[in-house]
């Protein structure tokens, strides 16, 4: 009998060897269409290392075999049919705990894992050692939680007592079944903690105001007939509900360098009163108005004061600094300017210095001007920053688009932390199918039990309960001790990259698809437990 158990467990396992490998190869053709930073690869690439190969062949039958031939130790097969259990023995928790703090040991001596170390000075053997004996110790400690938790359960409705009562005389099949779901979600609540505590290293706040504005254009190139014809031609876009544009460029206070031997720069912002109201704070404005616009620093509005200077001359032509003999072309600044405080635009920062409006300066006059222009879009016109591109395109060819954002989010971090929910739920679902069919294994073992239960009365809504309890409850044990590991874990890692917990709620999402796996195994096996509890399930040969 143990022969035949044996070849069972290895025809399985070669069987499992097969559908791998035609997986595997099935699974490479999509690899072309995976990027990683930048970085592809052919199908044909995707070679297993041989030493590897011949190590799974040849692991995978003979682990089958072994646990088969182990597990049938406590059975005494007679003829008949008649099979006796040993008396199970009590498992011991010393041990079980010995291997996960053997692991988090090793990851502690590791030390700290710093960015400007190098491949060589990072000791990739012992965290992964330690981070395997940390999972295999969690696997270790399930069937103990499992007895243990079940052991101590009495009373309660018929379903929760049939449920509990299956559970304790066989803990052991209910514990292996979970332990995949233990190993897979406390190693993703481990690195999801890992990849939350660099959260801020991959996504940045970067103070635009995409309310405000979506997109911005920018020309190197600056005068007045370009910045109306951006303005005119953007808000004639198709999806363009507002255009904020200006005219930009440095001017100089006459005279030479001040005592530190630097020139008095600032910058001329020319605008209409609509853009400048952006910009700044204004009481009132019409055309032919000029500002002096103040930040909330006061060490650079000392700086901008020495140019811009109400009643006073400044340099709207070419920089005495960069270009020896070239005449200055002065524009005096009004002498009744207000000055008011700058406010921030779309793209997050303040402007400094003169605010001028078109009907104060003529923009022909500047040297080295620049143009901008911050588009807003209407969020129901599908493709409007397309649009928007293709009318800076007709414009000029030398126009940049870009578009604002209140977060800049990496998207190799974001594509990383996504794909650990996905991997984690993908293996989740091949475990609940492996429940599954380990569950249909068991009901077509009680066959006879069910039939005879229903023939005593017992209700079928009552078995149904009690399936859903008996799947239920050692999940939950099993994602119980997987959070809390996992947890553990994942401060552990997290203090290795020196960096401090800051997402504490990562297994809620693997928590829920732990739920409604129970729910998926549970009801797909309701139309079999039907079918076992009609009465010709009492019949026998």
């Not at 490479?28 to 199908?43: F, K």
């Not at 170390?117 to 295999?136: R, Y």
């Not at 103990?144 to 079940?150: G, Q, Y």
């Not at 052991?172 to 959260?199: C, K, P, Y």
Request: proline share 6%.
């Amino acid at each position: 009998m143990r022969r035949i158990a044996a070849g069972e467990a290895l025809f399985g396992a070669l069987l499992g060897l097969v559908a791998g490998a035609v997986l595997f190869l099935l699974l490479r053709e999509l690899v072309g269409v995976v990027d990683l930073t930048n970085v592809s690869a052919y199908p044909s690439d995707m070679v297993p290392a041989p030493g590897l190969v011949a190590l799974v062949v040849v692991a995978v039958p003979v682990s089958a075999v072994l646990v088969t031939l182990i597990s049938l130790r406590s059975v005494a097969i007679e003829p008949l049919g008649v099979v006796r259990g040993g008396k199970q023995r009590k498992r011991r928790l010393w041990w079980r705990l010995v291997v996960p703090a053997a692991g988090i040991a090793i990851l502690l001596l590791s030390g700290r894992i710093d960015a400007d170390m190098g491949n060589d000075a990072v000791n990739v053997t012992a965290i992964a050692v330690g981070s395997a004996l940390a999972l295999i110790g969690l696997s270790a400690l399930l069937p103990w939680l499992v007895e243990a938790a079940v052991g101590r359960l009495r009373g309660g409705p018929v379903p929760w007592q049939l449920a509990v009562r299956r559970l304790q005389l066989t803990s052991g099949t209910a514990s292996r079944a979970v332990s995949g779901i233990t190993v897979a979600v406390a190693g993703a609540v481990a690195l999801q903690m890992m990849f939350a505590s660099m959260h801020d290293e991959f996504n940045q706040i970067t103070g635009q105001d995409p309310t405000r504005a979506q997109l911005t254009v920018h020309s190197m190139t600056g005068d007045g007939p370009l910045a109306q014809r951006m303005i005119d031609d953007f808000a004639g876009t198709e999806g363009v509900t507002k255009v904020i544009g200006t005219v930009q460029a440095y001017v100089t206070r006459p005279g030479g360098k001040n005592a530190d031997g630097m020139t008095p720069t600032t910058e001329l912002t020319i605008g209409t009163c609509a853009t400048l109201r952006e910009l700044a704070e204004l009481r009132s404005c019409e055309d032919g108005d000029t500002f002096v616009s103040h930040t909330g620093s006061r060490e650079q509005n000392d700086w901008v004061d020495t140019t811009a200077r109400p009643g006073k001359p400044v340099n709207v032509g070419p920089d005495p600094d960069f270009n020896k003999g070239a005449k200055p072309v002065l524009w005096t600044l009004p002498k009744d300017t207000p000055t008011v405080q700058a406010r921030r635009n779309p793209s997050g920062t303040k402007f400094d210095g003169i605010f001028a409006t078109p009907g104060a300066v003529d923009i022909k006059m500047l040297d080295d001007a620049s143009t901008s222009s911050w588009v807003k879009l209407d969020p129901n016109t599908p493709d409007a920053d397309e649009h928007v591109r293709n009318a800076a395109a007709r414009i000029s060819p030398f126009l940049g688009v870009d578009s604002l954002k209140a977060v800049d989010r990496d998207k190799q971090y974001a594509s990383i932390a996504r794909g650990l929910q996905i991997g984690a739920s993908v293996t989740m679902a091949l475990i609940a199918a492996s429940m599954l069919v380990s569950l249909m294994e068991q009901l077509r073992e009680r066959k006879r039990l069910l039939a005879a239960l229903t023939a005593f009365g017992t209700r079928r809504s009552s078995m149904a309960w009690s399936l859903l309890w008996q799947t239920a409850i050692p999940v939950a044990l099993g994602l119980a001790l997987a959070i809390a590991g996992g947890l553990g874990l994942g401060v552990v890692m997290t203090r290795m990259i020196g960096k401090s917990v800051t997402d504490w709620w990562s297994f809620i999402p693997l928590t829920g698809a732990g739920a409604a796996m129970v729910a998926a195994v549970t009801l797909l096996s309701l139309p079999p437990l039907r079918r076992m509890m009609r009465p010709d399930g009492l019949r026998t040969e």
